[in-house]
């Protein structure tokens, strides 16, 4: 009988908590409706696909709390330090153009790494054995399959859209042709070696005719570019960037056998999917 109450209480608990309701327990850990809708807001997903990404984050947080695995702050640090001069930046200037130009905090951003570093020391207790380095013909594979990752362009033809509100600026990109109040305009070329290396990367992404995603301006507002051209696009050399290509292959791998570890994991996980927003 008492185990009986004790299960209502808890349902009434769980069905009646207001902002903070639950809407997954995943190994009877919470996962909140509100966690849900920020996810959604952030990722465009929806609900359900929201809750799996979720669903993996709590999954890889209590596999990392059960194998006793920690981040330092001083961990923390050395990877924002690599990360910066990785893009030929001083901290302070890796710090400005996330959140400029990514719009993600200082706070945010070390959050991000913390996962990040977790992830890679997940792998390494998970891993049966360690990966081999890839081959040549390996490393030349990827370059061909992936030849627009290894291109730019000396500019770039835009035109940037600039607005207060970041729904106003959705509306103009989902129909251009509609004049809007307070979407500004402005056709630019924009050098590619005289911006942020995050936002080169960014703009590179953009395929010509196209808008780019919605990005803070640094002023309060929102941005978005459309891609009118890209001018005189030069491809880096395969053996000037073989370190690079084996460091995004060692990464797929892993990325590999961490998702078929925490999808084997899942099916065997006590989830229960509560409720979702809306």
Do not use: C
């Not at 990392?64 to 001083?74: D, F, L, N, S, Y």
């Not at 590619?192 to 309060?220: D, E, R, T």
């Not at 292959?249 to 999808?263: G, H, M, P, S, W």
Request: hydrophobic letters at 35%; a negative charge; proline letters at 5%.
């Amino acid at each position: 009988m008492r185990s009986l109450t004790l299960s209502a209480l808890l349902a009434t608990f769980l069905w009646s908590a207001p902002v903070g309701g639950v809407s997954v327990l995943v190994k009877n850990s919470p996962i909140t409706l509100y966690e849900v809708e920020q996810e959604m807001k952030q990722s465009g997903t929806n609900a359900r696909q929201s809750a799996d990404t979720l669903i993996r984050k709590k999954l890889e947080q209590l596999e990392a709390q059960e194998k006793r695995i920690t981040v330092t702050p001083t961990e923390i640090r050395e990877e924002l330090e690599r990360m910066a001069a990785q893009n030929n930046l001083s901290m302070e200037q890796f710090l400005n153009a996330m959140q400029t130009v990514r719009g993600i905090s200082e706070k945010e951003l070390k959050t991000k790494v913390e996962e990040s570093v977790k992830g890679q020391k997940l792998y390494s207790t998970i891993a049966f054995s360690k990966m081999a380095q890839p081959t040549p013909e390996e490393e030349a594979e990827y370059y061909q399959l992936h030849l627009d990752d290894f291109s730019r362009p000396e500019s770039f033809d835009v035109t940037t859209y600039t607005a207060s509100s970041q729904e106003a600026l959705a509306a103009q990109i989902e129909n251009p042709m509609r004049h809007m109040e307070g979407i500004q305009i402005k056709e630019e070329t924009i050098p590619f070696g005289k911006v942020h290396p995050q936002l080169a990367q960014i703009l590179n992404k953009i395929p010509v005719g196209s808008f780019g995603p919605i990005l803070p301006n640094g002023n309060n507002g929102f941005m978005s570019f459309y891609m009118r051209d890209k001018l005189n696009v030069v491809t880096e050399n395969l053996d000037s960037i073989r370190p690079e290509i084996s460091n995004a292959i060692v990464a797929e791998k892993r990325n590999q056998v961490l998702n078929d570890y925490f999808t084997r994991l899942r099916l065997n996980a006590d989830i229960k999917v509560l409720r979702l927003p809306e």
